[in-house]
């Protein structure tokens, strides 16, 4: 039986958008996943078995669009370099240890309007990054692509793969703490 | 005296500041450290009170990026819709799709 589109996009659109809003840097980005998403599953039909409910059948097509959108930036040319300065003394008696100002503090995350605030303050913090650092880091985070992959799409050395990472994500925490505390 | 110095410099060869053992810790969440590594980082978290928050904050952040769509509309009160303007470009452009079919 082949499903009314309206049908669909009123069930399932604003589940899957919400979704990508959380993964993506944009709303058009996110927009323009779910949409792809739609046309995507109704080309595909015939391989909708119906042994999944069509939720989760949408949200794999959503995923692997989500995955192909970090996989393109990783590709992209470092445009934008992280002006991004190192939470550590940089010589003295405490070289390479935390600037007491800049060092991490106690977080309390737990209940649900905390959580809900952090997860709004997360996705600005994400903004803060360089195209192709944070197309790394959601890559390896949502581990859908190996070390290996990541490195061959973003043309990196291994090494350059854990620098990015560990910078980004002391760019991030220190972002959250201070829009957030 | 001479024993103190390679003692020193036994220590500081084992011992990690903050900027090696957070890359550690990072590298920790994407994958595997060596063993050497591994007691070179629970060492230096013994007493570096900033480097377990950094370790706690990753992870934080590493699970609350990894959440799944169902988790995401239970546990968050603020979500988001998408405009009704777009809805109706969505099923727009699939009746097209069927239409060419």
């Given amino acids: ?8 996009v009123n069930n399932y659109a604003d589940y899957l958008y919400n979704y990508a809003r959380y993964k ?13 998403t ?5 080309t595909s039909l015939k391989n909708f078995k119906g042994g999944s409910s069509e939720k989760t059948w949408l949200v794999s097509i959503l995923k692997r669009r989500i995955v192909d959108f970090y996989r393109k930036e990783a590709r992209k040319a ?7 300065k190192l939470p550590f003394y940089e010589s003295g008696n405490f070289e390479n240890h935390w600037l007491e100002q800049r060092a991490p503090k106690t977080w309390d995350v737990d209940d649900k309007i905390q959580l809900d605030e952090f997860h709004q303050v997360l996705q600005f913090c994400l903004q803060l990054l360089p195209d192709k650092h944070r197309a790394v880091f959601m890559l390896k985070v949502l581990e859908e692509c190996s070390s290996e992959e990541v490195c061959a799409r973003a043309n990196i050395k291994p090494n350059n793969l854990w620098t990015i990472m560990h910078r980004a994500r002391l ?3 220190e972002c959250i703490e201070k829009k957030w505390m | 005296m001479r024993y103190k110095k390679v003692l020193v410099k036994m220590m500081d060869a084992v011992m990690l500041n903050c900027d090696q053992a957070s890359l550690l810790i990072s590298k920790q969440l994407d994958g595997k450290i060596s063993w050497i590594d591994k007691i070179r980082l629970k060492l230096h978290l013994l007493n570096c ?4 928050r950094f370790n706690l904050q990753s992870k934080k952040i590493d699970e609350i990026l990894k959440i799944s769509p169902d988790d995401l509309s239970h546990k968050c009160i603020h979500s988001h819709k998408i405009d009704q303007k777009s809805k109706k470009k969505i099923i727009k452009e699939i009746n097209k799709l069927s239409d060419n079919q």
């Fill in chain 1, 1 to 8: 039986m082949v499903p009314k589109p309206e049908e669909w």
């Fill in chain 1, 24 to 36: 993506l840097p944009s709303k058009e980005i996110a927009e323009d996943a779910v949409q792809e």
């Fill in chain 1, 171 to 173: 760019q991030i925490r």
């Fill in chain 2, 49 to 52: 009170e900033f480097c377990n």
């Fill in chain 1, 38 to 42: 739609f046309l995507s599953a109704f």
């Fill in chain 1, 78 to 84: 470092d445009r934008n370099v992280s002006s991004f």
